[in-house]
């Protein structure tokens, strides 16, 4: 990535927004590294340039050596985003004159292919967003999960529908504890008269007459109600196990997506 963005620094693509001018007073004629440089540090505090791709694994140690540095992903977004904001093609034969809207498009095209090969589930958007990107089947729940009567549960589950698209982590496991107050939210919605286990069982009812299938739910919502009490879920105490992988977040906010839509349509 930092290799393609020096390349376009050096072909002036950020000439238009940190101009190199000419001597000669003509205009500009390429990218001002050094504006170019305080304006990303500004910015990104994380990320010098020019960039720094090696670091001394041990700076206090006379046998210290050059390893590869790579900064956080979440800093390396920012760059991403900066970049896009800032990058404009300059046109040929023509000095000064820049086209923002054809770099743009390069650019996006460029990063999100780069996403792509490498693996990487995030998405560029043309607002200079950076989504991350869910599996196919999780994208596909959340778009057939309907709206309810009850709209604070609507509320709670489309924000955290929102945060699981969040490149940043922390978002995401914000996401999970929303989806997951939804759904503790939606064991009282069948019957609000009666208690929550009451109300619950009601709604699993009302979704299988199958004695077999009936089962495998009430053994399913048991599980997920243990792991919004056993993860850093639903409580705060230190006993609570905090999750750090973005994928496992992903997978329990799929398998709790996925068990909602299926109780959500037999309340509407």
Known sequence: MTAYIQGLIDSGWFGEKFPELCPDGQ??????????SLALQAEILGIEYPFVI???DDQDSWASKMVPFTPSYLE???LIQF???????????QLASFDRQSAQNEFLAKVDTIFSRNGLAYELLV???IKRVVSGSLSSVIRQTPKTLEQELNDL?????????????RVR?????????????????SDPEKNKKQSMTLLLDNCSSDPMFRAELEKEAQTLTNIGNAFFIRHSEI????LTDSDHIEYLFHRLASFMLLLIKTIM
């Not at 205009?27 to 170019?36: A, I, L």
């Not at 970049?83 to 034969?93: D, F, I, R």
């Not at 006993?239 to 905090?242: A, L, M, P, T």
């Open 27 to 36: 205009g500009c004629y390429g990218t001002n590294e050094r504006t170019f």
């Open 54 to 56: 090696e670091k001394e």
């Open 76 to 78: 390396v977004l920012d």
């Open 83 to 93: 970049c896009y904001a800032n990058v404009s093609k300059p046109t040929l034969g």
């Open 127 to 129: 607002d200079g967003q």
């Open 157 to 169: 589950i489309e924000h955290a529908n929102r945060k699981i698209c969040n490149t940043d982590v």
């Open 173 to 189: 496991y914000e996401a999970i504890k929303e989806l997951w107050d939804a759904y503790e939210r939606m064991k009282t919605v």
């Open 239 to 242: 006993s609570q196990v905090k």
